[in-house]
């Protein structure tokens, strides 16, 4: 969805390093979400945020960080408490939670060195 | 909270056949279905959606259905192609927070 940017496309983060992933949308979406997919699994969630300024763990948020200090910029850090981090990391947004479609970037592929 | 089981894991048809895919949910509150599909390496992409005053839609060869009295609802891909070929992913809304998606079913669609 070309409403949602994801950088880089893929990352690769030395032991002990904290990596920050982008995500920017040009939606207007109040809010906006991380989700972590491992090979051939399903997605879940990492943070989510409903608004500027606010944002909530969410079922695997443990090794992670994120903040929303703009509506359009949702940054993802991945700690050095983070010991699996490979996976493939999506960015969604949508016009508020719950009960609105969500529309994801192209996704960030993260390495261990 | 909510919880989304979606069945098959894994579904391979004939090409031109049909295929369908369930998924059950928990909570009664529950009132946003989607559906997305993801090709391999890409992002998921929203093919459709169902709200729970609605009990079925259509778009061309997809549809959903929709049981608010057994809470499960269903996709239906009619006359399959090999483009059809993917992950497809349901979800639930829980509340005014977020979805919770199921497992993921891969299709598979035989020459």
């Known amino acids: 969805d070309g409403g949602i940017t994801q950088s880089p496309k893929y990352l690769f983060r030395k032991e002990g390093q904290n990596v920050t992933l982008s995500c920017e949308q040009n939606?207007?979406?109040?809010?906006m979400y991380w989700y972590r997919q491992d090979p051939g699994q399903g997605l879940r969630l990492i943070y989510y945020s409903q608004i500027v300024n606010d944002f909530q763990k969410g079922d695997i948020a443990e090794g992670y960080s994120v903040s929303r200090e703009k509506k359009e910029s949702f940054p993802l850090t991945v700690t050095s408490a983070q010991k699996n981090p490979t996976a493939f990391y999506l960015c969604?947004?949508?016009?508020?939670?719950?009960?609105?479609?969500?529309?994801f970037g192209d996704g960030t592929r993260l390495s261990i060195l | 909270g909510e919880n989304v089981e979606q069945h098959p894991s894994t579904l391979s048809v004939q090409e031109g056949d049909s295929a369908v895919i369930k998924c059950t949910y928990s909570d009664s509150a529950s009132n946003y279905f989607p559906w997305y599909k993801q090709e391999l390496g890409k992002r998921p992409q929203l093919i459709i959606d169902?709200?729970?005053n609605v009990g079925e839609k259509k778009d061309q060869r997809i549809a959903v259905t929709l049981n608010k009295t057994a809470k499960h609802f269903s996709l239906h891909i009619t006359e399959t192609q090999p483009e059809d070929s993917a992950v497809y992913f349901c979800?639930?809304?829980?509340?005014?927070?977020?979805?919770?998606w199921g497992a993921g079913t891969k299709l598979i669609i035989k020459p």
């Open positions: 169902i709200r729970s």
């Open positions: 969604a947004s949508s016009a508020q939670t719950g009960n609105q479609p969500q529309h």
């Open positions: 939606l207007n979406h109040d809010a």
């Open positions: 979800a639930a809304s829980e509340g005014n927070y977020q979805l919770i």
